[in-house]
């Protein structure tokens, strides 16, 4: 696999086995299904205006007049705090009342968010608010009082094909890729570098964890792929394209980088995995709190569970190989890099895209800020809340930003087996 000590037979024999069914179970507790998200701050890198990026919806935007009042307004209040008033720019309904084609209505509803928050959810909230404000907090991600954050539910909305193409989606990935990277432009394709590049092996993990997220979004929309109903009577379905797979992939359709890029998503699942292993002592005496305490108690007993399995995998990544000698000074940058990554997702333009954008690279930068704190670096290193003379925290984004970050990898690493199936 490069840069580790494992083959791809055996991380797949060990996730698809031991890791997804129970991961997969663990992501539908309260504690990490609801995820607070502004998806309503502006790009800072270039001119934005929000809406859907999609040639065929954007061409002709309904008019405020079109829009009716209900749907333009908003939800009004939720946890306390107004919503931001805006046009409607996902709505279906609006489309249709304004007359825009029946194309288009399909095709924005892909990236639609689903809000659905019931009331005993958002109040639910408040007391995770106050549980979590008298904990110390590490670092400061999203203020969860701002009036353009809003929780959403992430079963309602899952990654998926949305659609979301086209110039603005290269700007994005380009961006990415070669405003971040170490003055490496020269590169014939960043998405995948090995040994034999020359680059040192820093600056290939961080090209080969940016390319694992890229290949992991792009097995997801080809794993589920939407298929519309072929008249009014028929469900809309979100299925497996083999075509779709085989052509980001295969090494005759990509220049023979399919292959690499795949190895790239392994890979950035071993930095994660690594990364939970790490962390498990800590994340252990966690309480992961939504004032049920039989669910809770649940909860905990399965990332116990979970935490246990992963320690035991024998071929763990090793980032004691990282930031040694004279690469040391790298490893700044490094962090910066990653954090200007984070807010490129706030350009993106389709609403589910930049959700599951925020959410995988800030499990993405929890893993990181993990592998590089504790009392040590290396396979036998772990991190406590009593960890280099300061208390360590994770606070709740953070925590279920990781988990479902690697939920993304793990169901990724399983559709791959299944489209071995497919595609010949």
Not at 8 to 23: A, G, H, K, T
Not at 77 to 86: A, D, L, M, R, S
Not at 213 to 226: D, G, M, Q, V, W
Not at 273 to 298: E, M, W
Request: proline share 4%; charged share 25%; aromatic share 12%.
């Amino acid at each position: 696999m490069d840069d580790c000590s494992c083959t791809v037979e055996s991380v797949d024999s060990f996730n698809n086995q031991e890791i997804y069914p129970q991961l997969n179970s663990l992501l539908e507790k309260d504690y990490f299904k609801f995820y607070p998200v502004d998806l309503n701050a502006p790009c800072k890198f270039w001119s934005s205006s929000g809406r859907c990026a999609l040639k065929s919806c954007g061409v002709l935007p309904c008019k405020s007049d079109e829009v009716p009042e209900g749907l333009k307004n908003g939800s009004g209040e939720q946890n306390g705090n107004p919503q931001t008033k805006t046009e409607n720019k996902y709505s279906a309904a609006a489309q249709l009342k304004s007359g825009c084609s029946s194309k288009d209505v399909t095709e924005v509803k892909l990236s639609e968010i689903d809000k659905t928050i019931s009331e005993a959810s958002n109040e639910a909230f408040k007391s995770w608010s106050e549980h979590d404000d008298a904990q110390n907090k590490f670092c400061e991600l999203d203020d969860e009082t701002s009036p353009t954050l809003e929780y959403v539910n992430l079963l309602l909305n899952p990654e998926r094909y949305t659609g979301y193409a086209g110039d603005d989606a290269h700007k994005i990935w380009n961006s990415i890729y070669n405003e971040n990277c170490f003055n490496e432009k020269h590169q014939d394709d960043l998405t995948y570098v090995m040994p034999s590049s020359g680059l040192c092996l820093e600056k290939r993990a961080f090209y080969r964890m940016v390319s694992g997220l890229h290949t992991s979004i792009n097995t997801h929309l080809s794993a589920r792929y939407f298929y519309p109903g072929r008249t009014a009577f028929d469900k809309d379905i979100w299925d497996m394209n083999a075509a779709e797979f085989h052509s980001r992939f295969n090494p005759q359709k990509t220049n023979g980088h399919g292959p690499h890029r795949l190895r790239n998503l392994y890979f950035t699942y071993l930095v994660e995995l690594r990364a939970l292993a790490k962390v498990a002592p800590y994340l252990k005496q966690q309480l992961f709190y939504t004032g049920s305490n039989d669910i809770d108690r649940q909860t905990h007993i399965q990332i116990t569970e979970l935490l246990d399995k992963i320690i035991l995998f024998p071929h763990h990544f090793d980032e004691t190989k990282l930031f040694q000698g004279e690469f040391i000074q790298l490893k700044e940058d490094f962090r910066l890099k990653f954090l200007n990554i984070s807010r490129i997702m706030d350009c993106v333009g389709c609403d589910k895209c930049r959700l599951w954008g925020k959410v995988q690279v800030r499990g993405m930068g929890t893993a990181l800020k993990i592998l590089f704190s504790g009392d040590d670096i290396g396979p036998q290193s772990i991190v406590t809340e009593n960890t280099d003379h300061n208390q360590f925290k994770l606070n709740r984004v953070e925590i279920v930003s990781l988990f479902n970050a690697f939920g993304r990898l793990s169901s990724s690493i399983k559709y791959i087996e299944d489209f071995r199936r497919l595609v010949p």
